[in-house]
């Protein structure tokens, strides 16, 4: 079975090592100015723990910055991509997920149930910049559960933000993702995952990309349609 046969069956692929030591060091030298206030970036696209302690993630970081945009165009990542859904690629979104001890969980989820984007296949490329492990609050997937179509999701509430979560899923369909700084996991939109609280005394940093093909359509009839740069390939008319 080869990579995108692995993908399409599992709704996941794990390439460890993807990524060179300097490319995660100015990853990480980068969401450390931010977070320290040493440049200047969009208040309302950072999130911090319930309680208001740690920064808990930094969204739109692709967007606003021109170090993770760099990232998200990696020919690399966007070759596998591209082995994945299609030679024509644009950027849907992108966060930091900053993890810090003690940093809180995320229940089961689809990214799809996010998205106002159809056909749902997108792919993130999620990037491991410290070493990720089940004690400091690795993802958990439910391979092929992409297959199922789009689950129901509830209320999950997390400090005075009310997020959404998925019904619970059977402990014995679980699988751990741990890899090495470097190593990029790539999931389907419609994967069930989750990530567990981290229990040690350092962060566990990821980058999450999500890309999507350039046939698209966005589905929200109640909102304009935001732009989405395209990354590779050609744009299409009447699609995102």
């Not at 060091?25 to 931010?34: F, P, Y």
């Not at 740690?54 to 991509?81: M, S, T």
């Not at 959404?164 to 699988?175: D, G, L, N």
């Not at 999507?212 to 050609?234: C, F, I, V």
Request: charged letters at 25%.
């Amino acid at each position: 079975m080869n990579a995108a046969e692995q993908y399409q069956s599992e709704g996941c692929l794990v390439v460890e090592s993807l990524l060179s030591s300097g490319h995660v060091s100015r990853l990480r030298a980068r969401m450390d100015e931010i977070a320290n206030g040493a440049t200047s970036y969009p208040a309302d696209d950072i999130e911090f723990e319930p309680g208001g302690g740690a920064i808990r993630k930094i969204n739109r970081c692709a967007e606003n910055d021109g170090v993770f945009r760099a990232h998200a165009e990696h020919p690399a990542i966007l070759d596998i991509v591209e082995s994945l859904i299609g030679p024509d690629i644009k950027l849907f979104a992108s966060q930091c997920f900053m993890k810090p001890p003690g940093g809180v969980e995320k229940p089961w989820h689809q990214d799809s149930a996010y998205f106002c984007i159809e056909p749902m296949e997108l792919v993130t490329c999620w990037t491991a910049l410290d070493e990720v492990t089940i004690e400091n609050g690795g993802m958990w997937v439910i391979p092929g559960s992409q297959k199922n179509g789009l689950v129901e999701h509830g209320p999950w509430s997390l400090g005075d933000r009310v997020d959404k979560q998925a019904f619970p899923q059977e402990e014995s369909e679980q699988r751990p993702i741990e890899m090495p700084a470097g190593g990029c996991s790539f999931h389907h939109s419609m994967l069930l995952h989750r990530s567990g609280p981290n229990r040690t005394d350092q962060p566990r940093r990821g980058l999450a990309v999500h890309y999507m093909s350039a046939h698209s359509k966005w589905t929200d009839a109640a909102n304009p349609q935001p732009e989405y740069p395209l990354l590779r390939g050609r744009e299409y008319a009447g699609r995102v």
